[in-house]
């Protein structure tokens, strides 16, 4: 992944750095917006710590959210957090094992964790959140109580200190390489979307709703 | 994820909390074994940073690896870093927003990152890498050079500060929203691998070999 796949050489490596870095507000959106799961890098008592959870993205701020117990957003609020977004795309296997990488797109945020106290600015977010991943699930719902709002941290980070990496397509090979009886080539990785699983104390006669047949990820 | 989805009532919380820790050595190599890819976290200039890239077990470490130039290496190179790798099963739509959660496995392990520098040591383990991704390929491919070598940094953790955790099933909603009509249940996600992509300037008649076609992950 980020000059950490297996490493081509020095001039190649410099290449690809340049190639797999991209900036624009439009590609580390798509890559946000690609799959909810995101890891948090935060500190405890001075020691890295990553923690996995689900993030959304509303317009420049991603946020992420959990039990108002947690440690880890304990740690996170207020605090310089980093939080990265990646999805792996292939295995990509070279004539040598040097060149062997992988597929991927990531975006790393940088910046400080702000803490949402309002209530209603959070079950706002939540709304947003339940919307954004399952359109029109919200009001499907029985509602949020004061009490459950209360029970929930939600944080947020700004879409300011960002930069995605992706490298696609096949290996890049030493060209005296090329010449080798060596199958080379990507196996490629997606993440799918299975049928939907009722509960089986769902009520009868309960239709699987269109955002959960609909779900895409990736 | 780990006590960061939409958190539970705190009795339920709790009782998840404990359903969902896991400290056996198997469930732990299991979820290191599904998949390559992880999230190492460390810290520059006393911030958080976590960085995407390819860990491979080997009994009771964990290793990883990349340009010897790569500044995530030499940050966690000798010093504190948290490893995670996570996998997400699904999405489960419960019937209040607070209630829904997520499917996943994940594996946290913590300790101070080895910097591996004997050369023989380092090839070994590259071989060791390559096989256990792609069983038989390492004889195959071109070998890797003392300079290829030389420009790599592997890193090594052991599995020792080591947690898993794990959600799994369908919602758990409070007793009385079992009453309402609200679809509920689990959209499923999986990762698959798709058939492998011969890279265009492979010589005639190479076949696709048997690590490559029977490449799983998940």
Chains 1, 2 share one sequence.
């Not at 949402?116 to 959140?129: G, N």
């Not at 030493?174 to 080539?185: K, M, R, S, T, V």
Request: hydrophobic share 40%.
């Amino acid at each position: 992944m980020p000059a950490d796949v297996l490493p081509a050489t020095k001039r190649t490596r410099l290449k690809r750095a340049h190639k797999r870095g991209h900036y624009d507000r439009e590609t580390i959106n798509a890559i946000l917006d690609a799959t909810p799961l995101c890891h948090v890098g935060y500190l405890i008592d001075g020691k890295p710590a990553v923690t996995p959870t689900i993030q959304w993205r509303e317009g420049d701020h991603v946020y992420w959210h959990g039990s108002s117990a947690s440690r880890a957003l304990r740690n996170a609020a207020g605090m310089d957090v980093c939080l990265t977004v990646s999805l792996i795309d292939g295995m990509v296997l070279a004539r040598s094992a040097f060149h062997h990488s992988a597929n991927y797109r990531s975006v790393m945020l940088y910046g400080t964790a702000t803490k949402i106290s309002d209530p209603a600015v959070k079950a706002e977010k939540f709304k947003i959140f339940v919307d954004t991943l399952f359109p029109g699930r919200w009001d499907m719902l029985r509602p949020m109580t004061d009490q459950e709002v209360k029970a929930t941290t939600l944080l947020s980070l700004p879409i300011e200190e960002a930069s995605a990496k992706i490298r696609a397509g096949g290996p890049v090979d030493d060209e005296e390489d090329y010449a080798l009886p060596i199958w080379a080539g990507v196996v490629p990785i997606l993440q799918v979307v299975g049928e939907p699983e009722p509960d089986p104390r769902n009520l009868p006669d309960l239709k699987v709703p269109a955002h959960a047949s609909a779900y895409t990820i990736g």
